[in-house]
């Protein structure tokens, strides 16, 4: 079918190595397949299994946001109240926890320069920040806002982030490979992501390839898990059915609703683009949702990852690669064309 000639098209570019797909639609798998190697022919290279653990990324974002809107709905969180009243000390006392989930809170400090110098200063930085323009004013995509997110998580449950996540998100929908940090045990299964030759020396492999996260012990609110395609499409599947799972309400349906819907408005970003949101998600990104409809939700991770939910017809998408092996590449990601088309060929021919 198109999407197996879509993702070959994508190994033999080398835009990545390997690929997992997995797509359900009107309650049914209608496309799972493992693609390609780990590692290309390098050596230690193996087949792309369906069940391999992958570096998710920003995927982690939907993890946290998830876990934050759980506490919402059992009143524990209020997404009128700055973030400051839930970390005390905060610079920013302006930002309110909604803003953190859209990514309006004019938060902007690249945290990746900061890393080498280590996680108190890492935190420090990220403590003393204020916004760059008011919070709610500007739309402007940043890991700061995830991380924040999840300390206020971590706080409220009185217990690390990914024991946290594992409780709110992780084992509720009966999930078995997402965990941060991983046991070495496990990595036979989890596929590479990076030859890092500059700072950390090495094959990045078992470990968070973000680097802040990385300084961070591995577990942060806007990167650290690994996980399979199977446990991301039961988190998807629990967002496209209103928050329901296995016949528990995991989440309200007005709070699935509010969440997937524009939460930015007329909100331009720094270059003018209208980059819309929800409280965690991306809204109608067509160039990695190609042409879904209006009203289509997902997220995308740095390392090749992404999953995109559309409603009007119960689809389902996740897409895992290692698209930053060997070394990653800038912008415009070719990556995100491929997950586009694959996207469309699932509407056109799965989903008729």
């Not at 706080?155 to 046991?183: H, K």
């Not at 698209?323 to 590449?329: F, S, W």
Request: aromatic share 6%; glycine share 10%.
């Amino acid at each position: 079918m198109v999407i197996d000639q879509l993702i070959h098209g994508a190994i033999n570019e080398r835009i990545f190595p390997g690929a997992v797909v997995r797509i359900r639609c009107g309650g049914r798998v209608v496309h799972r397949a493992a693609y390609g190697t780990t590692m290309y022919s390098d050596a230690g290279s193996r087949p792309v299994a369906e069940d391999d653990r992958f570096d998710l990324a920003s995927l982690t974002k939907i993890f946290t946001a998830t876990a934050a809107l759980r506490l919402y709905d059992s009143g524990l969180l209020d997404l009128e109240r700055e973030a400051s009243y839930y970390l005390p000390g905060l610079a920013a006392t302006d930002v309110r926890v909604r803003h953190l989930l859209s990514h309006c809170s004019g938060l902007e400090l690249r945290l990746a320069p900061l890393c080498t110098a280590g996680a108190a200063e890492l935190r420090r930085a990220i403590w003393a920040t204020r916004p760059v323009h008011p919070p709610g004013t500007q739309s402007a995509y940043s890991n700061i806002n995830s991380l924040l997110l999840g300390e206020i998580v971590a706080r409220l449950t009185e217990q690390s982030l990914d024991c946290a996540i594992d409780e709110l998100v992780v084992r509720p929908l009966g999930m078995v490979c997402t965990s941060f940090c991983p046991p070495a045990t496990l990595r036979a299964g989890i596929v590479p992501t990076e030859w890092d030759h500059t700072w950390r020396g090495g094959l990045i492999h078992g470990v968070v390839h973000d680097e802040s996260a990385y300084t961070l012990g591995g577990i942060a609110g806007h990167a650290g898990l690994f996980g399979s395609v199977d446990d991301l499409e039961r988190l998807m599947r629990m967002w496209l059915e209103g928050g329901a799972w296995e016949g528990k309400q995991l989440l309200r349906e007005a709070t699935v609703a509010r969440a997937v819907s524009d939460q930015t408005g007329t909100l331009r970003s720094a270059t003018g683009a209208a980059l819309r949101g929800g409280l965690g998600w991306m809204l109608d990104r067509a160039n990695f949702m190609g042409m879904a409809p209006l009203g289509s939700f997902g997220h995308t991770g740095f390392t090749g990852t992404a999953m995109v939910g559309v409603a009007s017809c119960g689809l389902t998408m996740v897409l895992l690669s290692n698209r930053t092996y060997p070394q990653r590449t800038p912008p415009p990601y070719r990556h995100h064309t491929v997950t586009a088309a694959v996207m469309d060929a699932a509407l056109q021919e799965v989903c008729r």
